[in-house]
């Protein structure tokens, strides 16, 4: 056994554990920083945790839970966006020997009341009035429910008829744990020693692509695994600052939790995505996590912005762009023959001069001191990621799901490729099965589906290989490529297979106008595609078009000179691929795609049933004669 791996074999029984181990290690080094908006409007002023005061708010919140009648292996859900007390409440959860259910703050009413209902959550923290609104409307539904702690308490008072005590607030909470240390002070530290590897941590219930969501059970050694194997690789530093956006009802999110506290460095909390680019600055961050959306929108953001400052500034851009991704492949390529990450002098001098022009200014965005980023949860267009590569934003995309905890693969640092999730983290199996699909096994994986045995044995074999769904190939060396989802491969008519995300990530690193894209075409004889544009990028061409500027989305999506600019990247996309993969037609939408129509999933994946139902008379209008 390697170096690396003995940590993962000498692992404590929970993520509890975890977070105790770190609070003794460095009491006084930060571990949180989170904002608090200012009044009037103002730049919000960041505040932050030591990694003891963590811990008092941590043990307060752990003994509230208790002095509520929480036991071990009882769920109590949390429904917030990322917030620094998200963390601190998980955390108080855990050490209250409880399990953690996520729900998505932007989770409707019904939907909410049954992952609650399902779970048997017995506790409810919400974010604020908002999320409390959903469970009082549902409330006769949800028995078992005893408690609702709102972490905002404004608007949220006892309602008539309510019992005493059914809503109380994240400071009350907290108050009443402190009072229960003051009797039993020894009660938290006690619970966690006696956790266990195999009980419930967390109930994450998978947002899917069609019907009722699935409870995926997580299991207390997931998070510790998870927590060491993070750190085992070095992919994180001690002096790191990272900052984390992402749900963390999304097991994305989760994880990076485990790793942050087994490595103890310091991490900024602000789940409102529209503070991101305000954020990035302020923060400078070393590490960030992020969706491949998020990518695509800074690559197309440059773009236009270099467009907006006339045809020579958007020449350059391009320019820089191709030479950057020249950069990118040519380097990875010489690291990997020879671990030497070095380019042509001709190259290197065009790039010195990109770098000046266009690459500095687009580091200084992400805060000037960004070391890596990880990608995740969905594949990354590799033109994106060359382009980034080339600009010195080294993007490692990884690999996971929510029933193996997520952090599966993941790029190692220098030697990472462009086009590939990286290798398997240490203590994690993993094997192509006869017909590509990807199998997972190690302590990561799931338990199985919570009270859905038959759903269960469907994906997961008694001897522990977990069948992610995923197509993938393996190189000699280990780097995994995902190909694509078994289930959204498709035949056409002509008995050609296609993978519609190949296509989708090529469109997307080809026109920054795009927001989202569905290829269609099974038992079709050719492909078209439903295309949705990035309103602001939209808005932004469209300034520039007489007659459009200041026009509503639909209407400027419906005017031919907009379908003739995108009809033109089209043709550009079709040039790089097999003539069976080529888009004949397409239609482009009358807004564009999000999570709240359900279109979306939380984690920014596309719902394909859903959006092909949606717009079906689209779709057959395309194939109109032409079935075969």
Not at 357 to 370: D, H, N, P, Q, T
Request: aromatic share 8%; hydrophobic share 40%.
């Amino acid at each position: 056994m390697s170096e690396k791996q003995s940590p993962i074999e000498n692992r404590p029984p929970s993520m509890a554990h975890l977070f105790l181990d770190r609070v003794e290690a460095t009491p006084d080094a930060e571990a949180y920083r989170y904002p608090v908006p200012a009044p009037g409007g103002g730049p919000d002023d960041w505040r932050g945790y030591t990694w003891a005061e963590a811990a008092d708010r941590v043990f307060a919140i752990a003994a509230g839970l208790m002095d509520l009648g929480i036991r071990p292996e009882e769920r109590v859900a949390i429904a917030s966006a990322t917030r620094v007390d998200w963390i601190l409440s998980d955390l108080g959860i855990m050490c209250a020997g409880g399990a953690t259910t996520t729900v998505y703050p932007q989770t409707n009413a019904e939907e909410t009341a049954y992952i609650l209902k399902d779970s048997g959550s017995r506790v409810l923290i919400a974010e604020n009035a908002a999320q409390l609104v959903k469970v009082r409307e549902q409330r006769a539904a949800l028995p078992e429910l005893a408690h609702v702690v709102v972490i905002d308490p404004e608007g949220a008072a006892t309602a008539e008829g309510e019992p005493e005590g059914w809503v109380l607030s994240l400071a009350e909470l907290a108050e009443r744990g402190r009072e229960y240390l003051e009797k039993h002070p020894d009660s938290v530290r006690e619970t966690v020693q006696g956790l266990r590897r195999e009980q419930l941590a967390t109930l994450i219930y998978t947002s899917g692509t069609t019907g009722r969501p699935k409870g995926v059970r997580l299991r207390q050694d997931c998070w510790s695994y998870m927590g060491h194997a993070i750190a085992a690789i070095d992919l994180l530093e001690p002096e790191d600052v990272s900052y984390l956006w992402l749900p963390l009802a999304h097991v994305f999110g989760k994880v990076l939790i485990s790793g942050q506290i087994k490595v103890g460095h310091v991490c900024a909390v602000d789940g409102r995505v529209e503070k991101i680019v305000e954020n990035l600055p302020t923060v400078r961050p070393t590490t960030m996590a992020a969706v491949p959306r998020i990518f695509e929108k800074v690559y197309n953001g440059a773009a236009n912005a270099a467009k907006e400052g006339g045809a020579a500034k958007y020449r350059i851009f391009l320019w820089a762009a191709e030479v950057a991704k020249e950069y990118g492949r040519v380097t990875q390529e010489n690291f990997r023959r020879t671990g030497n990450r070095s380019a042509p002098l001709g190259l290197r001098a065009r790039h010195a001069v990109a770098d000046r022009l266009v690459y500095s200014k687009l580091r200084a965005r992400f805060g000037g001191r960004m070391r890596a980023a990880v990608s995740g949860s969905a594949a990354l267009a590799p033109e994106i990621g060359y382009f980034f590569s080339g600009a010195g934003i080294h993007i490692l995309e990884g690999y996971g799901l929510t029933e193996s905890s997520a952090a599966n693969f993941v790029n190692p640092g220098a030697a990472y490729r462009t086009g590939t999730v990286g290798k398997a983290l240490p203590g994690l199996e993993v094997r192509i099965a006869d017909d590509g699909e990807i199998l997972l096994r190690g302590p990561g994986v799931m338990e199985g589906y919570h009270g859905l045995p038959e759903k269960t044995a469907e994906v997961l074999e008694p001897d522990g290989w977990f069948h992610t769904g995923d197509i993938g190939e393996l190189s000699e060396d280990g780097y995994l490529r995902i190909t694509d989802r078994k289930k959204d491969l498709f035949k056409t008519s002509g008995g050609k297979y296609i993978a519609p995300t190949e296509v989708e990530g090529r469109f997307k690193a080809v026109c920054p106008y795009v927001s989202n894209i569905l290829v269609i075409g099974a038992d079709r004889n050719f492909c078209t595609a439903l295309i949705a544009l990035d309103p602001v990028a939209l808005a932004a061409w469209a300034a520039e078009t007489p007659g459009l500027a200041g026009r509503p989305y639909a209407e400027i999506v419906a005017d031919d000179r907009t379908v003739a600019m995108i009809d033109g990247y089209v043709r550009q996309l079709n040039e790089g691929l097999q003539k069976w993969q080529t888009i004949k037609k397409f239609r482009l939408l009358p807004r564009d795609l999000d999570v709240e129509h359900g279109e979306l999933t939380p984690s920014l994946k596309l719902k394909r049933p859903v959006v092909e139902n949606e717009y079906r008379e689209l779709i057959e209008e395309m194939y109109e004669g032409a079935r075969a």
